[in-house]
């Protein structure tokens, strides 16, 4: 089944303790994505990849990372989370790197709370 | 800049009413806009989009969305609301064919009565 995966789908940490959380592709996506949805405010972009090893800030990039070392897998990393980036996580990708014509595919989500 | 603003967080309809959700962009150029829904507990889905060919598009489970140059709208409708249509509603709008990355809205959720 064609699919983006996020884990862990849940987390409760603390300030500070650093975490990553995992995006995984099946479906040979060239482009990948990383937004937080927060209430009011939709989907914000944090990082993109248009391929392997290439990535790029979005609008919210602040306080975190993201590596492509691996066309199927796009972690976002956050060293020190923050109480501020409590927040509902979605990973996406789509075929090609345009977004008009290549259709994303959102993960479920990952619902992080930082205490 | 591009942006788009949905009008109402919140939408209520009864069962078998008329959906209308509201979004207005704000761009310099003709831009290319999409409606796109999360049911609860998932990722979004695209509904559909619009990308010039006609001003009246029409997206899965029954929704179709209009594109009025003169009102800079993009309002999404469905002549008769189920009880499935329950979810949050995005707007999104990119400027460029080209374009990596999409700006949304800020949402409006669908409630359905019954």
């Known amino acids: 089944e064609a699919q983006v995966t996020q884990n862990p789908r849940y987390l409760i940490t603390v300030t500070g303790k650093k975490l990553t959380v995992t995006c995984s592709q099946n479906?040979?996506?060239?482009?990948m994505s990383w937004y937080r949805q927060d209430p009011g405010l939709g989907l914000r972009q944090i990082y993109y990849s248009m391929n392997v090893e290439v990535t790029d800030k979005g609008d919210v990039p602040e306080g975190y990372k993201v590596s492509r070392k691996e066309k199927r897998n796009f972690p976002l990393i956050l060293e020190s989370p923050s109480p501020n980036q409590t927040s509902l996580y979605f990973c996406?990708?789509?075929?090609?790197?345009?977004?008009?014509?290549?259709?994303?595919?959102f993960g479920p989500g990952t619902r992080l709370t930082v205490l | 800049a591009q942006s788009v603003t949905q009008l109402g967080s919140h939408v209520s309809v009864s069962e078998g009413a008329l959906v209308l959700l509201r979004c207005n962009y704000s761009s310099s150029v003709p831009p290319y806009l999409f409606w796109y829904v999360q049911y609860p507990n998932q990722g979004l889905q695209l509904l559909l989009k619009y990308t010039s060919a006609a001003t009246l598009v029409k997206g899965i489970n029954g929704f179709e969305a209009e594109f009025k140059k003169s009102e800079t709208s993009f309002h999404l409708t469905k002549p008769s609301a189920h009880m499935s249509d329950a979810a949050e509603y995005f707007c999104?709008?990119?400027?460029?064919?080209?374009?990596?990355?999409?700006?949304f809205g800020s949402g409006t959720r669908l409630s359905i009565r019954p």
């Open positions: 479906m040979n996506h060239e482009y």
């Open positions: 996406a990708s789509s075929q090609g790197t345009d977004q008009v014509y290549n259709e994303q595919f």
């Open positions: 999104a709008v990119t400027l460029y064919s080209s374009a990596s990355k999409i700006i």
